[in-house]
């Protein structure tokens, strides 16, 4: 059973940055794939970013490509969504997931165990 904690959102004006962290306790954290989901007021909640067990494999959602880098330690048992250039189309609940595989997965449903997210808010 792995239990994910998110950390870092906040309120931040547009072209800040923000650095989210998702830390991972009570499993084999860097067994798992990770991946970074999003839930925008009114909107379902969409994928955002994963990165493969061993951090050599990512992939980004189009309307973060180059703005957003996900990024591993697994000595330390966490995650990074590092954002930059934020947009007020950022603004939502962050939530950190991982699938029960090694290799990075783009659906939600393929998600097995999911942090209580993160409020981002991007200010224009």
């Known amino acids: 059973q792995v239990q994910l904690v998110e950390s870092g959102g906040g309120l931040v004006q547009a072209g800040a940055s923000l650095t989210l962290r998702c830390s991972g306790s009570g499993g084999t954290f860097s067994s798992y794939a990770m991946g970074w989901f999003r839930r925008a007021p009114g909107k379902e909640r969409e994928f955002v970013a994963a990165i493969s067990w061993l951090g050599t494999s990512t992939s980004y959602a189009d309307s973060v490509k180059g703005r957003f880098t996900i990024s591993r330690d697994n000595a330390k048992n966490t995650v990074y969504l590092q954002m930059n250039s934020l947009k007020p189309e950022d603004t939502a609940v962050y939530y950190c997931?991982?699938?029960?595989?090694?290799?990075?997965?783009?659906?939600?449903?393929?998600?097995?165990?999911w942090g209580q997210g993160t409020q981002v808010t991007v200010s224009s």
């Open positions: 997931a991982a699938p029960e595989s090694r290799y990075y997965r783009l659906r939600e449903l393929d998600y097995y165990y």
